[in-house]
């Protein structure tokens, strides 16, 4: 079990401080998942992680339709709670679909964790920030790492003119996997929060909605008698309606049919 190299202060205790006793446990409550996603697989499974009190990151399955589940959170410092849907009748496994997530204490009102899509990115770039091993410093000799970043600025920052429209609207559409690359090595800027590039591709015959792995993302629709235009990039894009799955790339795409 992964465990991070958490100093032994208690930061957050200070946020907390004031506000009656603090639960040993909480509610992770989970969110609706999109209509269309809905309609297509039904309810999902979750698999919940989140950083126990000892550090370690701790995993759990939740059967389909389950959406709430008690976590015991680190409480020194700032932790996330990630939650990936998925559908193994369908063959779409944790990490097919973008997660849900909360950071703790920020998300926390009495005993519930109210998790959330737009949260789901925080707690991936938290989870990215640590996993790289290597933290890197500031010129401060501060520690890059995901418990000492200021995470009530960054939200506000992707809510904000600061950053492009196409990121308000999906910040899945930014690579979060390099922005947490690049914070480590030189630390954090906001002009680096911006759409990775893509390429229209056509798959002709496909004239039914399609929605993507992000619960942000609007459904795309050919017009009729026209091919379906899709946004591909080099990693591999998917996309899912009624008849099955499309993978594409901004080279090649292929359908699956549903199992």
């Not at 939200?155 to 600061?162: F, G």
Request: charged share 20%; with cysteine; glycine share 10%.
């Amino acid at each position: 079990m992964k465990t991070f190299g958490f100093p032994a202060l208690a930061l957050t205790a200070l946020i907390l401080a004031g506000c009656g006793p603090i639960p040993e446990d909480y509610r992770a409550v989970l969110p609706q998942i999109p209509q269309g996603w809905e309609e297509i697989l039904g309810p999902p499974r979750w698999r919940l992680e989140w950083i126990n009190p000892k550090g370690d990151k701790e995993t759990q399955d939740l059967s389909g339709g389950n959406r709430a589940f008690r976590v015991s959170p680190m409480q020194e410092w700032t932790v996330p709670v990630i939650a990936w849907p998925y559908w193994p009748e369908k063959g779409l496994g944790p990490g097919a679909m973008r997660p849900a997530g909360a950071l703790f204490p920020w998300d926390a009102s009495g005993d519930d964790i109210t998790l959330s899509w737009r949260a789901g990115v925080d707690a991936f770039l938290w989870l990215e920030l640590a996993g790289s091993g290597g933290f890197g410093s500031s010129s401060s000799g501060t520690p890059r790492v995901p418990w000492l970043f200021d995470w009530p600025r960054f939200r506000e920052l992707l809510e904000s003119s600061a950053v492009s429209q196409t990121i308000r609207d999906d910040p899945w559409t930014a690579d979060w996997k390099l922005i947490a690359r690049r914070i480590l090595e030189s630390g954090f800027d906001r002009r680096r929060i911006v759409p990775r590039a893509g390429t229209e591709i056509a798959v002709p015959g496909l004239d039914l909605p399609w929605f993507g792995s992000s619960p942000f993302a609007q459904a795309v629709v050919s017009a009729p008698g026209e091919a379906l235009k899709l946004s591909a990039r080099e990693e591999p894009e998917m996309y899912l309606s009624n008849l099955g799955l499309l993978r594409c790339t901004k080279d090649a795409w292929i359908f699956i049919p549903w199992p």
